[in-house]
């Protein structure tokens, strides 16, 4: 039986690992699932969720699995990588840079920003204290009802605040999604 990204995490210690002890990956495990309507991902700070922030790629419509890759240090286990794919696609390979992503809050958002912008519709404010008064845990989704339903998985990054990059997801000559990478490794190809 595969292990979920619950149980990984708690199996694992808190912290942070002693100098020189190396990371080593888990398989990837599923956060969610993501309906993209409008043709874009983003990924970026959950507490700043907007177009502005984060970065953003077009991907085709459909139906992604947004997956988490665990990475253990000696018994510290954080999560090392997010990515999101679309579920038809196989044998996908980190393809170009196309960015750098961050956050402030330790966590890192992925979603469908065409669709949130159509379900925001414009009352910001009221977004915002959704996400404000949220109760975030190590990852999850956040969801709710505005002008239309809002989903936007999340899991915490790597070791805290700060940034890294944002890879095309492809299978073939087709990108099919992003990988994001919060310890800064090689990614698999």
Not at 56 to 69: F, L, T
Not at 99 to 128: H, K, L, P, R
Request: glycine share 14%.
């Amino acid at each position: 039986m595969k292990m979920t990204l619950e149980a990984y995490l708690r199996a694992g210690l808190s912290g942070f690992p002693k100098d020189g002890i190396e990371g080593v990956a888990s398989e990837w495990m599923a956060v969610a699932e993501l309906s993209v309507t409008h043709g874009c991902l983003w990924a970026g700070d959950p507490c700043v969720c907007d177009g502005e922030d984060g970065c953003m790629i077009d991907v085709p419509n459909g139906h992604y699995i947004v997956e988490a890759q665990g990475c253990d240090f000696d018994g510290i286990r954080i999560i090392g990588r997010a990515r999101a794919r679309l579920s038809s696609a196989s044998d996908v390979s980190v393809g170009e840079e196309i960015g750098i992503t961050g956050t402030d809050s330790a966590m890192i958002a992925i979603c469908d920003m065409g669709a949130v912008d159509a379900a925001v519709a414009g009352d910001d404010a009221g977004f915002q204290n959704v996400i404000d008064g949220y109760d975030f845990q190590r990852f999850g989704m956040i969801q709710f009802e505005m002008n239309g339903q809002i989903r936007i998985p999340y899991v915490n990054s790597g070791f805290g605040d700060g940034s890294g990059p944002m890879f095309r997801l492809m299978a073939g000559n087709d990108c099919v999604g992003i990988e994001l990478d919060f310890i800064c490794q090689e990614p698999d190809q």
